[in-house]
């Protein structure tokens, strides 16, 4: 069972938020990039 | 609506109804399926200063995926992040003509930077369990990073648990100034000018590593026919160089602006809860989701989320999503003024919004199409799906003098399509 729901739709929208907040984890979505922007 | 079931035939049955999505996982009897999906995400955030132009993210994604009867999986995917705006190098104060300090914002220095990425992964699945194992490499002009993950599933006590683990390793590496001449004084540091020379055999720059280890278990509970509950964490691990190359920091009024320095090493952890409940007389399901958060740079933080979605009619669905997130600074973050007149906390300093103390709230609103073909018609397309996304992100920080205070929000625009055959 899974309750991913669309997997890539949330990997975008955690993408979106990855290096604009100082939280990470409880995604999948754990990853890399400096953030220099 | 994407509440995807990996579980017993009477489950899969009842939340059938408001699923339009229902994977049936390995097995002998599952029969070969090839899904594709393209993703395009624009995000704007504008500035409120007049001449800065703020930042452009355009991020198109492809996907592509196939499942065969023997259980095995295999997917490919290219990602592209384009950014384009201005940004301002120095994270410090100007003063007016009186001698006062004003905004943060001073001299904000166009750029534009393309990120790559691609990514492949390979999966196995059986009745009650599953593993896959991904690749991934992303590069741009200042950075490169391999990235290998690892994933297994099981379920438990006749599907109403569901144990999940996730390992990921990324081998960074960070284009930097060679500041070898500071002695390791950071206050001589010099920032970066530009990513022109990176990862060539230029002597004013070298590469810095970034090791960074995640590890993501998690258990999901099907509570009841409707409802699941899921709870989990996350550690994750980072070594290596974090700052920002390029960015300065004005420390005292002296006028020095050495080089973002951070610590190299920084252990995260974040516990989440989820829940997702299915209403199949109004066609509708919510998610809700809560996580907690801190690091040993004592940032702490709290995320909450709810989103829910209704079919309108049998193809078009709807849904609708908000999310706040709250979150204390670094202990060794200062706005800038604090930095100019009282100078660094320790040896560490940052213009860096996300170390800063600050809230988030989002508001979204989303609208699909959904075509499924009835049961036992028989169609080339097993499924289809066109989704039109909406949202906005509103930033409140603590001062003016925050990094990026001139952004007070950014809006997101997303399109996408994906096909099952």
Known sequence: MSMEGNAQERAADEHVLANREGAVGGTGTAGGGCGCN | ?421
């Open chain 2, 1 to 421: 609506m994407r509440l995807q079931l990996r579980a017993s035939a009477s489950r899969l049955a009842v939340a059938g109804v408001v699923v339009a999505s229902v994977q049936l996982a390995g097995g002998a009897a599952s029969a070969a399926e090839v899904s594709a999906a393209q993703r395009a995400t624009l995000f704007l955030e504008p500035s409120n200063v007049s001449g800065n132009k703020g930042i452009t993210v355009f991020h198109p994604q492809t996907d592509v995926s196939g499942t065969f009867g023997s259980g095995v999986g295999i997917a490919a995917g290219y990602a592209v992040d384009i950014v384009s705006g201005a940004t301002p190098r120095v994270f410090g104060v100007t003063a007016d003509s009186a001698g006062r300090p004003v905004d943060a914002v001073s001299g904000a220095t166009k750029f534009s930077d393309t990120r790559h990425q691609v990514h492949g992964g390979l999966s196995y699945s059986r009745t009650t369990a599953d593993v896959s194992a991904s690749y991934s490499y992303g590069w741009e002009s200042d950075y490169r990073s391999h990235a290998v993950t690892v994933t297994t599933r099981s379920d438990l006590l006749d599907h109403i648990f569901t144990a999940g683990l996730s390992y990921t390793h990324n081998f960074d590496r960070v284009c930097d100034a060679n500041n070898q001449q500071t002695g390791g004084d950071p206050l001589s540091r010099a920032a970066l000018p530009s990513s022109e020379h990176c990862f060539q055999s230029d002597p004013a720059v070298t590469t810095r590593k970034l090791a960074i280890d995640a590890i993501e278990p998690s258990l999901t509970w099907a509570a009841t026919p409707r409802l699941m509950l899921q709870g989990g964490g996350t550690l994750q691990i980072l070594d290596g160089f974090q700052a920002n190359p390029y960015r300065r920091v004005e420390l005292g009024s002296g006028g020095r602006r050495p080089q973002e320095t951070l610590p190299t090493l920084r252990q995260r952890y974040a516990l989440f809860l989820r829940a997702a409940y299915a209403m199949p007389k109004i066609r509708a399901a919510v998610h809700a989701a809560a996580r907690a958060y801190r690091d040993t740079w004592a940032v702490e933080a709290a995320t909450v989320e709810l989103t829910a979605q209704q079919y309108l009619t049998r193809f078009l669905l709807w849904g609708v999503r908000g999310r706040a997130h709250a979150q204390r600074g670094a202990n060794f973050y200062r706005d800038a003024q604090d930095y100019r007149l009282y100078g660094p906390i320790g040896k560490y300093w940052t213009g860096d919004r996300e170390l800063s103390p600050m809230r988030n709230y989002l508001v979204g609103a989303k609208l699909a199409y959904l075509r499924i073909p009835e049961a036992g018609q028989k169609s080339f397309v097993s499924e289809l799906e066109i989704a039109l996304k909406w949202e906005a992100l509103f930033y409140d920080l603590d001062s003016k003098f925050a990094p990026n205070s001139d952004r007070s929000y950014a809006t997101i625009w997303q399109l996408a399509i994906s096909a099952r055959f």
